[in-house]
T-cell receptor, first 109, second 112 residues
Framework: KQEVTQIPAALSVPEGENLVLNCSFT??????LQWFRQDPGKGLTSLLL?????REQTSGRLNASLDKSSGRSTLYIAASQPGDSATYLC????????FGAGTRLTVKP | DTAVSQTPKYLVTQMGNDKSIKCEQN?????MYWYKQDSKKFLKIMFS???????INETVPNRFSPKSPDKAHLNLHINSLELGDSAVYFC???????????FGQGTRLTVV
């Protein structure tokens, strides 16, 4: 059974900092990995999808990497802004999507 | 147009009642999911379903049953509601293991 862990559970940074969120998984036989953000009381918004054959994906200030062999993914956020404050979730696909518990990010003005 | 829509957004009901939550996607995806997000905000998969196979998470009580009238809909029916069923339920869809998944806005269920 796939287990997904996200570290840290919470992170608070001043505006402008670059930061890294971590996601690890126990079963490396995945099809893909997806990063989401969730704002309080809202649904999930897809940020990046990395297929198992890819090493990274970029969208604006976001860059996600995938190392299947070590069971790890990172989400890099450059030049963080207060609007980035949210919970970030990674989901690993082994034929269904299993989530980590998320990282709650606060970016202070 | 909303890609994945759930109704209702809020549902307050008494213990023992039977209720349904509806989910519709207009993306042409072949796989739909139901997730439960508990008070600690952890998202737990309940069901995944495509036109070939229903996969049930073994920890889901049999009071919960998904019903799919067609590929665009996957409704969640809950019998004999209990206090512990209070949570936010999310529907999602994708083309299995290929495309990104899209989520609905969630249904906040409160059992009193």
């Amino acid at each position: 059974k796939q287990e997904v862990t996200q570290i840290p559970a919470a992170l608070s940074v001043p505006e402008g900092e670059n930061l890294v969120l971590n996601c690890s998984f126990t079963d490396s036989a995945i099809y893909n990995l997806q990063w989401f953000r969730q704002d309080p009381g809202k649904g999930l918004t897809s940020l990046l999808l990395i297929q198992s054959s890819q090493r990274e994906q970029t969208s604006g200030r976001l860059n996600a990497s995938l190392d299947k062999s070590s069971g790890r993914s990172t989400l890099y956020i450059a030049a963080s802004q207060p609007g980035d404050s949210a919970t970030y979730l990674c989901a690993v696909d082994n034929n269904d999507m299993r989530f980590g518990a998320g990282t709650r990010l606060t970016v202070k003005p | 147009d909303t890609a994945v829509s759930q109704t209702p957004k809020y549902l307050v009901t008494q213990m023992g009642n039977d209720k349904s939550i509806k989910c519709e996607q207009n993306l042409g995806h072949d796989t739909m999911y139901w997730y439960k997000q508990d008070s600690k905000k952890f998202l737990k998969i309940m069901f995944s379903y495509n036109n070939k196979e229903l996969i049930i998470n073994e920890t889901v009580p049999n009071r919960f049953s998904p019903k799919s009238p067609d590929k665009a809909h996957l409704n969640l029916h809950i019998n004999s509601l209990e206090l512990g069923d209070s949570a936010v339920y999310f529907c999602a869809s994708r083309t299995q293991s290929i495309t990104e998944a899209f989520f609905g806005q969630g249904t906040r269920l409160t059992v009193v």
